[in-house]
Nanobody
Framework: QVTVVESGGGLVQAGASLRLSCAAS????????MGWFRQAPGKEREFVAT????????YYADSVEGRFTISRDNAKNTVYLQMNSLKPEDAAVYYC??????????????????WGSGTLVTVSS
């Protein structure tokens, strides 16, 4: 069974940092691009970041560029999202996704092969 499971969410104050993890199983992790999306209450799901198979390339949403960093450890089948300088508007459920293809189409968040169930990030002002 192919799964990706997020962890690391929680309640933090504005300006703080948080690192999310996403552990994948049942797939050849080295051959999957990975990414993060988020959905705040009452809003549509939005793209956050994606990273290619080796970790040598990544795309970010403008809203998180310079504050968030996506990385991966292929030996651990895990992708991370380091979130710094968190703002109240970053509060959302964060979802991990996986797909064998990598590219700007990830911004659309459509037709990706695997999705996690999400982890909640709350940012207090």
């Amino acid at each position: 069974q192919v799964t990706v499971v997020e962890s690391g969410g929680g309640l933090v104050q504005a300006g703080a940092s948080l690192r999310l993890s996403c552990a994948a199983s049942g797939l050849d992790f080295n051959n999957y691009a990975m990414g993060w999306f988020r959905q705040a209450p009452g809003k549509e799901r939005e793209f956050v970041a994606t990273i290619n198979w080796s970790g040598s390339g990544a795309y970010y949403a403008d809203s998180v560029e310079g504050r968030f960093t996506i990385s991966r450890d292929n030996a651990k089948n895990t992708v991370y999202l380091q979130m710094n300088s968190l703002k109240p508007e970053d509060a959302a459920v964060y979802y991990c996704a996986a797909d064998r293809a990598y590219g700007r189409f990830w911004y659309l968040g459509e037709s990706l092969e695997v999705w996690g169930s999400g982890t909640l990030v709350t940012v207090s002002s």
